[in-house]
């Protein structure tokens, strides 16, 4: 009897690919060292900006962030300026699930942004709601299956951080992707593919990324490492489950590495005079020809008529005020480090030159110094707390795979985002769809 190929992808969001090697050196990762030894091994370079959207959605369409235009958990233009919250109903492309090259075979997702609200099919998802919501699954007793089995998934939006100390937060942070990995598994065999989504890595590097730089004698001790651990023992516990017809994917959409601050740069524009405050320090928009995009583009945004609802900037002189502004961006001076803040100021078509171009910020800022980043809008800036962190993202990370497709203590090609949604497609015997924007790493 021949069984077909499945597949079980965990996404580690956050991994610092120079941690990993570190310890797994040192014997204290056993579940990522096994990846290495007895599979394949590269790394993974984030497209454009490194942020979670963008990743997460080249996994679950097979299309390149420049395509999918999922460039932050925000829309990054709104008409009233108010970015709102992107659900599956601004998806340009179908999950995984929903293509013709899957007919057939059955998925289960937890956890992953872009999946909510809930689109019915034949499998299994426990979606990443960013609001609090009493329906984020499917079938909607799927996840009262689970708890009869004792295990009980939680969305980050319930373990948010607000403040709360270390030794409440953590234990939470551990548990949710414990609860994740164990989900993952008790489906796995009615499924042909799995995909979870842990983020412990992510969100306690954020926090507690200072931890780390208290010497590397302390670092046993640190919330970042019961983190990195915690992710071991699902891996570990997947990893039990491969075998001559059974994949496991693991990598990160970004890397991660430290902190100093965040700086307005609508307080830079406004110097400039791009931008105009009014009453309070909002901005006045009748007198602002610029502004900041959503948190995480790393992007400036232009007032343009048409497009907003109190554009400034006509169409004619689109092309004039961002040239202008690109070279007063490339002068401003970081009087911390005193070096310019930007290393580039890149137009959006060279960043993500694709179908969904026009959903990206005007202007991608390359910080010359990655420890002190843009702020973003500051409405979600606030609400999520983004002056109170220690550590941010990094383009570079990792992936690897041990199965039958992939030889034994390889080193693989520096891979992008999309190439993970390809090498899905090939472990499970499908070829690749000629509109997808990767390439199988098999």
Not at 108 to 116: C, K, L, Q, R, W
Not at 147 to 157: K, L, S
Not at 280 to 296: K, L
């Amino acid at each position: 009897m021949t069984h077909r190929q499945r597949v079980v992808v965990v996404i580690t969001e956050g991994a610092a690919p120079e941690l990993l090697d570190r310890w797994c050196a040192e014997g204290l990762l056993p579940g990522f060292a096994r990846l290495r030894s007895e599979g394949t091994w590269g790394a993974l370079r984030a497209e454009g900006t490194p942020y979670e959207p963008p990743g997460l959605l080249s996994l679950l369409t097979g299309a390149r962030a420049a395509d999918h235009g999922f460039f932050s958990y925000w829309t990054c233009h709104d008409p009233s300026y108010t970015p709102r919250v992107l659900t599956s109903g601004d998806r340009r492309h179908p999950l995984l699930w929903q293509q013709e090259v899957f007919a057939g075979l059955r998925f289960a997702s937890i956890g992953v942004f872009g999946t909510h609200p809930p689109e019915p099919f034949d499998g299994s998802l426990i979606t990443y709601p960013m609001y609090a919501t009493l329906h984020a699954c499917h079938p909607r007793e799927l996840q009262r299956e689970l708890a009869r089995q004792g295990i009980r998934p939680v969305h980050d939006v319930s373990v948010f951080w607000t403040g709360q100390p270390r030794d409440e937060l953590l234990p939470a942070l551990l548990e949710a992707d414990v609860q994740r990995g164990r989900a993952a598994l008790a489906l796995l065999d009615r499924s042909d593919a799995v995909i979870v989504n842990l983020t412990s890595i992510d969100r306690c590097s954020h926090i507690y990324w200072q931890e780390l730089e208290k010497g590397r004698e302390h670092e046993r001790d640190s919330a970042v490492f019961a983190a990195y651990r915690t992710c071991d023992r699902v891996l570990r516990d997947a990893l039990e489950r491969a075998d001559d017809r059974t994949t496991v994917l693991a990598f990160s959409e970004i890397g991660f590495g430290p902190l100093r601050t965040y700086f307005s740069v609508n307080d830079e524009m406004a110097a400039a005079g791009f931008l105009t405050a009014g009453e309070g320090g909002a901005v006045d928009w009748t007198r602002t020809h610029a502004f900041e995009a959503v948190q995480g583009t790393h992007g400036v945004n232009i007032n343009v008529r048409g497009r907003y609802r109190d554009g400034q900037v006509s169409a004619r002189d689109y092309a004039k005020v961002r040239a202008e502004l690109t070279g007063m961006l490339l002068e401003r001076v970081n009087p911390r480090t005193g070096r310019p803040f930007f290393s580039a100021v890149r137009p959006r078509e060279e960043v993500y030159p694709g179908t969904a171009v026009e959903a990206a910020p005007d202007l991608i800022l390359e910080p010359a110094d990655w420890r002190y980043l843009p702020l973003g809008d500051t409405r979600w800036a606030s609400h999520v707390h983004r002056h109170w962190q220690s550590g941010w993202h990094r383009s570079d990370s990792y992936w690897a795979a041990l199965g039958p497709l992939f030889p034994a203590g390889t080193a693989g090609r520096t891979a992008a985002p999309a190439d993970m949604a390809a090498t899905l497609c090939r472990t499970l015997g499908r070829d690749t769809p000629s509109d997808w924007g990767g390439t199988p790493l098999t």
